[in-house]
Nanobody, 116 residues
Framework: QVQLVESGGGLVQAGGSLRLSCAAS????????MGWYRRQAPGKQREAVA????????NYADSVRGRFTVSRDNAKNTVYLQMNSLKPEDSAVYYC?????????WGQGTQVTVSS
C-alpha cells in the first residue's frame, strides 16, 4: 500500500498563490505518475489538474495551464503543485494521486478557497 499525505491548502485572495505538497510513503517501487485532481463542488466530477510522468513530461488542464506548475522530487517521493494567479473558480478540494503498477492511490484531499 501507498500512503499519501497532502498539505498546503487554505484561503487566499484572487490573484494570490498557494503551493500544495503530497508526500508518498509505504510500498513504493516504481511510481509511474504523480499529480493532482480537484473536485469543485460536492457531486461534481473530479477533474485532472496537472500531472508529472516518470518520463519527465507534464500535462495540464487547459483551465490552469500557464498558472499552475507541477513538479516532483523523486528522492522524497513528493509532488508539488505551485498555483499562481488563483481565481475564485479554482476553489476546490484538491486530491493528490499516485499511479504505480496499474493502481491509483489517492490523498485525503486539501481544501483550496479563493476569495474574490
Amino acid at each position: 500500500q501507498v500512503q499519501l499525505v497532502e498539505s498546503g491548502g487554505g484561503l487566499v485572495q484572487a490573484g494570490g498563490s498557494l503551493r500544495l505538497s503530497c508526500a508518498a510513503s509505504g510500498s513504493i517501487f516504481s511510481i509511474d505518475a504523480m499529480g493532482w485532481y480537484r473536485r469543485q463542488a460536492p457531486g461534481k466530477q473530479r477533474e485532472a489538474v496537472a500531472f508529472s510522468t516518470s518520463g519527465g513530461s507534464t500535462n495540464y488542464a487547459d483551465s490552469v495551464r500557464g498558472r499552475f506548475t507541477v513538479s516532483r522530487d523523486n528522492a522524497k517521493n513528493t509532488v508539488y503543485l505551485q498555483m499562481n494567479s488563483l481565481k475564485p473558480e479554482d476553489s476546490a478540494v484538491y486530491y493528490c494521486m499516485v499511479a504505480q503498477r496499474f493502481t491509483n492511490y489517492w490523498g485525503q484531499g486539501t481544501q483550496v478557497t479563493v476569495s474574490s
